[in-house]
């Protein structure tokens, strides 16, 4: 029988120096795309897809995320006062629960797979969830979600991918595939961030993972790959002929939050999207394309 997907691993120790200055003193997670934090789509994403313990990779400078999602009680008085209920209610989408919300740091900045292997005492001996923030997915269902339902009918691990152009493979780690039905891959291997002549296919993962705890056995050795950091994707591949491995082709668009273009693309589609600020938004874009 499955164990229930119930905690999600964020890995949120990155510096964020593409963003400099604005991420000085402020995590870049905390950057606003529309109305919200990155993080806090990450998170929504995740609640909405039933996970109930949330825990955070963090590093040095990074309390402000976990003030974020706590509840603040001068505020939320003054609010009330103030009858302002719409936003009181907002303020408290935010909040989760005591005991919900779990740290752990990251004291070096040893690649993905230290970052997810930091959080092997929280998890436990159970399945999780993987959601990096700088990846953002526009989709009617969340693609969490997409990725349980999915995982619900095969079990094992399984990755969100997308098809990316042959020439940038080299900055994604990539499937090498079995058989592949247009919804689910199912793969036979994982290369991170292989040039574009030696890429076994152009299906890239983006920063959504359902992973088996073995995988922490995997990242226990501290084996370094490209880049000169511990990857997750290699770890994940040492699994690969012990546990099933596939590949959903999730419903949705996948914007890259960890530069600015990709930022800046996101906060206009998400904005498009939004009902409340989507006319508007339409109306400032062609005054200014004019």
């Known amino acids: 029988m499955k164990q229930r997907i119930r905690k999600a691993v964020f890995p949120v120790a990155g510096l964020g120096s593409r963003f400099l200055p604005a991420t000085k003193v402020m995590p870049k997670e905390m950057l606003t795309l529309v109305d919200r934090p990155l993080i806090q ?3 929504d994403e995740a609640r909405a897809a ?24 001068d505020l939320e008085r003054t609010l009330d006062a103030r009858g302002k209920q719409k936003e009181l209610a907002i303020l408290q989408t ?4 005591s005991g919900d919300l779990l740290f752990t740091r990251q004291r ?7 970052a997810v292997w930091c959080a092997r005492h929280l998890v436990g001996n159970e399945p999780f969830a993987i959601l990096l923030p700088d990846d953002v997915v ?12 999915a995982y619900d009918e095969v079990g094992g691990n399984l990755v969100a991918v997308v098809d990316v152009p042959k020439e940038q493979t080299n900055r994604y ?7 592949d039905n247009g919804r689910m891959a199912k793969i036979k291997g994982l290369v991170e961030k292989p040039a574009p002549e030696l890429a ?11 992973l088996q705890p073995e995988i922490f056995g995997e990242l226990e050795s501290g084996r370094v790959g490209a880049g000169g950091e511990i990857q997750l994707t290699d770890g994940m591949a040492r699994l690969i002929g012990h546990q099933p491995f596939h590949g ?38 062609t005054r200014l394309l004019v």
């Open 200 to 210: 076994p296919s152009t299906l890239s993962i983006i920063g959504r993972y359902i």
């Open 50 to 73: 039933g996970i109930e313990q949330f825990i955070f990779v963090t590093s040095r400078g990074k309390g402000a995320l976990e003030d974020h999602f706590d509840s603040n009680n």
């Open 108 to 114: 070096d900045p040893l690649g993905l797979g230290h």
């Open 173 to 179: 780690g990539i499937l090498d595939v079995e058989s």
């Open 138 to 149: 526009l989709a009617k269902t969340p693609c969490l979600k997409q990725m349980i339902e």
């Open 41 to 43: 789509h990450a998170v």
């Open 94 to 97: 935010t909040e989760i629960p």
């Open 248 to 285: 959903l082709h999730y419903e949705g668009t996948r914007y890259d939050c960890g530069n600015k273009i990709g930022f800046l693309e996101a906060n206009i589609a998400f904005s498009l999207d939004n009902p409340e600020t989507g006319p508007k938004v339409r109306e400032a874009l």
